[in-house]
């Protein structure tokens, strides 16, 4: 779920103004209400309490005190509404539950719910109305609840297609990029292997037929011999050097990252690779897994709005740092996805911490 702090604050004010006339009229002592103003008073009290609990409080407090607040906000605007029968505004409080219950309650829950809102709002108009304007009336607000807690349940369910087509999108962006590394690994390794065995073949072959003939020839002809020698031996190093960078190459790491974080609608990610940062087809593999199961985790179940991630080179490692902006965890359970992401780099004889406080982090650390 996703609402920014504004959202929950116009929410909030905009119910709580639902009752303002009646508690107006409550303390100026006009009539309206059907037990005593003290306790009338109270009542919205405990309702504005746990409607500041249930809206602002929601992604901070565990959802087992959060409920709880919603339940006493719940029961307090039943008996607003049924002990104020002359203030038509209050009926408002019972349909934005209705709505509200769509992000905390099951839906059998919310049924629930809505019929009791239906029965306080007809068991308020019996006094003064007749079966036909109360008939009217619950019918409305039935069909205006009905129709919030439905908008709001298409609603959240929009975001979370929305989040699995992102999830969705970051592992078919990773496993693309993996198949692609591998393809041109594979085209490295083979053009590799063609100058170790035919160039580096043949410059050893001619540097041994110039080392002989350094010893049979004299004068300028054998310094020619001798500097020829020193070429070709600079030449097979070179030949060497490449092949060994061909079958390394990590260069390519920094883009494969980028690729699998662009675009992530929520939360944002800021990416940063250190361009010093080099390490084999292995290694990148493994760093791109930790990358993809970091932004996945973070879609999934932080609920952040910014995700942060480092890679730098450090002492002979490469160390991937990430965090989050989201509610984190007091302790930390990895499941799967963390639990692999463990293996894989302490298989590369690496080191994984995590954090749960202040939002969730990750420290990875690979020998490169």
Partial sequence: MSRTAAQILGGVLVTLACLVPGVQAVVLGLPGTTIPAPWWLACYATFAGGLVVSMWLQEVLPLRTVRAAFAVQAVSALLLVVTAPGFGWAAILLV??????????PARVSALLVVANTAAIAAAGLPSSSVLDIVLGAGMYLVLQCASYAGVVAMLRE???RSQLSEANVRLRAASALLAESSRA????????????????????????LEIASHQHGGETAESVARARELTKGLLADVRATVGEMRGDGRGLRETLHGIAADVPRPRVHLSVDESVVTDEERAAALVRCVQEVVTNAIRHSRAENLWIEVAAEDGAVVLEARDDGVGVRAVEPGNGLRGMAERVEALGGTVRFRGEGGFGVRARVPA
């Fill in 159 to 161: 975001e979370e297609a």
């Fill in 96 to 105: 934005f539950n209705a709505a509200l219950s769509a992000y905390l309650v």
């Fill in 186 to 209: 594979e085209e490295r390794l083979r053009i590799a292997r063609e100058l170790h065995d035919l160039v580096g073949h043949q410059l050893t072959v001619l540097a041994l037929e």
